[in-house]
């Protein structure tokens, strides 16, 4: 396990971010953004801002809802492909490519579903979204935990891939409670939840990881040159195995096959006005 000092990767630019198929693990997300949704509050006429909405998740959840809804994200691959899912629905959802310290404009609610968490400057996001949240709103986010598995995993990454800039925080800063503190206003209301990731193996599941991670991709020539790329699935299957949850043969409704891990997230329900 890991606690909120270890190091992680420096965070990704919009590039980076579409190097990896990042839309795939979006998918294995969509009930984080509902449950955020839920929790927000959010209905008909609101209007709401989804900070770092990647492929949508949360923004169309809100939209759904017939919430007046803008998704803002600095990557326009994944833009492209929220706004594919937008009107494949229907949804008439705005669509900004702007990065979380930088987002304008007023609304009711503003969301952030693993989104600005991987802002360079935590400060200057968390002040944005207090700014564009209007009078009697409330702003929402869900982040990984420090202690949690997808810290473990960054652990992982950080051993392999460049180290951060000077200065540079871990993003799951933004699952610790008494970070946030320091954020926001008030007395956030905080959540610890978990969601659950099954595959077939642990070494299919390192698989994934690392296809869907883009700030591996990008550097997965060096690492085959220098011959860690091997070495990145072992150690990082070496991870599952140690927080599999599967069941053992004879245990509960499990085969004993697979692997099945909880990630542990934190929900921030925050009233800055």
Known sequence: MTDARTPTPAPAGPSTWAAGDYPAMAHRLAPV???????AGVTAGAGVL?????????????????????GADPTPELLA??????????????????????ITGRYDRVLSVFGAMYAPHARS???????????????????????????????????????PPPGGQP????????????????????????????????????????RAAGHVQVERARLVATGRWD??????????????????????????TGVRVEAEYLVAVVHPH
């Not at 953004?33 to 929790?39: D, K």
């Not at 072992?234 to 509960?252: I, K, M, S, Y």
């Open 125 to 163: 996001a968390a002040d944005a979204m207090i700014r564009c949240c209007a009078p009697g709103g409330r702003v929402v986010s869900a982040a990984w935990t420090p202690g949690g598995f997808m810290a473990a995993t960054n652990h992982v990454f950080g051993r392999f891939l460049p180290p």
């Open 50 to 70: 989804d900070v770092g909405t990647g492929t949508g998740n949360a923004a169309l959840a809100a939209a759904r809802r017939g919430a007046l809804v803008t």
């Open 81 to 102: 492909l929220a706004s594919e899912r937008a009107a494949a629905e229907g949804l008439p959802v705005v669509w900004q490519e702007v990065d979380a310290e930088r």
């Open 33 to 39: 953004a509902e449950q955020v949704v839920r929790l």
């Open 231 to 256: 070495a990145l699935h072992e150690e990082l299957a070496t991870v599952f195995a140690e927080w599999n949850r599967q069941p053992r043969d004879g245990a509960g409704d499990g085969d004993g």
């Open 171 to 210: 993003p799951t800063r933004w699952g610790d409670p008494e970070f946030l503190r320091t954020l926001f206003p008030g007395e956030p209301t905080c959540t610890v939840e978990r969601i659950a990731f099954a595959f077939g193996s642990p070494a299919e599941a390192a698989g994934f990881w690392i």
